[in-house]
């Protein structure tokens, strides 16, 4: 059997709990799906709090700018734990003390595209970040979430002493602004059809399955 081919944009930032869970999710659908559709997906740099200095910033005091309060959080990370346990991830807000700025792991998540391993960086880095409480923001870390799953110490090093990526990076947050993407995750199929938001899997699978047919159907003479 011929399977249909279809092609995956996740839009997403490494701090976005939803964009934990809706990859989860959405593993599930393509789980349920593979049999029928080859799958090709990649992930796309958004930056939720571009702002944040490099060294990152304290999350209570950024809660306290914010929403005027310390915890900044109460019962909506209460429903985001929730949410996350149905999904089968565990989050521990209270564990990290730092907002990070994401752009290093932007990079790493580019950089790991080249190694076929952007899937299993990208699910590192929501478990160093959500569960593990780690800073996503240093490079030590990085590196260590890095080798911790596959990829070569040495090789990370060098290419996080660099700029490289930097400015592909760029002009893909930069193509998602063009796209009117505003917030994340955002999932773009075959390069044209966009779905907002964390969805179930079965929204998935029936969006998927739609897009293949509306293309089949455009593809015909």
């Not at 081919?5 to 996740?10: E, G, V």
């Not at 070569?152 to 930097?166: A, H, V």
Request: net charge negative.
């Amino acid at each position: 059997m011929n399977r249909s081919q279809l092609k995956i944009d996740i839009v997403s930032d490494v701090v976005c709990p939803w964009c934990a869970i809706g990859y989860k999710k959405l593993s599930k659908a393509m789980e349920d799906l593979n049999e029928e559709i080859l799958f090709e997906v990649n992930w796309k740099p958004y930056e939720l709090h571009p702002e944040i200095p490099t060294e990152g910033f304290n999350k209570e005091e950024y809660y306290k700018i914010k929403f005027g309060k310390t915890n900044g959080s109460g019962d909506r990370f209460n429903y985001i734990t929730e949410e996350g346990e149905k999904a089968g991830l565990e989050f521990n807000f209270d564990k990290s003390k730092n907002l990070p700025n994401t752009f290093l792991a932007h990079r790493l998540l580019w950089f790991s595209r080249s190694k076929d391993m952007q899937d299993v960086i990208a699910e590192a880095l929501f478990h160093a970040y959500f569960t593990e409480g780690r800073d996503i923001g240093s490079i030590h870390e990085l590196i260590s979430i890095s080798t911790e799953n596959g990829l070569q110490k040495s090789e990370i090093e060098d290419f996080l002493k660099t700029d490289i990526g930097s400015d592909e990076i760029l002009r893909e947050e930069l193509r998602a602004k063009e796209m009117k993407i505003f917030s994340v995750p955002t999932y773009i199929f075959n390069k044209k059809y966009l779905l907002v938001g964390g969805q179930e899997a079965d929204t998935f699978k029936s969006y998927m399955k739609k897009v293949i047919e509306v293309d089949s159907k455009i593809s015909k003479p």
